[in-house]
């Protein structure tokens, strides 16, 4: 069975940090591309940085470049979202995504809340 499970996420003030954790299983994560996107309340889904599969080339999102840093764990089929210097407008609903040759996976979502 497919499952992406996002964790980490919560309520922080403003300047502080979180790590979002994302867990595969059920396939082979570490071949697919995968990245984390945000929604925020009445905005479309964004992305908001992306590791390759292989050497794991990353990118991220201008809005957050230099503040956040994805990674990933294969021994642990695991990818993570290092956010630092969170502001109010990082507040939204995160998205772990596995993208494969043909086919995709979203996890379930995890709220971040960035409020004093």
């Known amino acids: 069975q497919v499952q992406l499970v996002e964790s980490g996420g919560g309520l922080v003030q403003p300047g502080g940090s979180l790590r979002l954790s994302c867990a595969a299983s059920?396939?082979?994560?570490?071949?697919?591309?995968r990245s984390w996107y945000r929604q925020a309340p009445g905005k479309e889904r964004e992305l908001v940085a992306a590791?390759?599969?292989?050497?794991?080339?990353?990118n991220s999102a201008d809005s957050v470049k230099g503040r956040f840093t994805i990674s990933g764990d294969n021994a642990k089929s695991t990818v993570y979202l290092q956010m630092n210097s969170l502001k109010p407008e990082d507040t939204a609903v995160y998205y772990c995504?596995?993208?494969?040759?043909?086919?995709?996976?979203w996890g379930q979502g995890i709220q971040v809340t960035v409020s004093s």
């Open positions: 995504k596995a993208r494969g040759p043909g086919n995709y996976y």
């Open positions: 059920g396939f082979a994560f570490r071949t697919y591309v």
């Open positions: 590791i390759t599969s292989g050497v794991g080339i990353t």
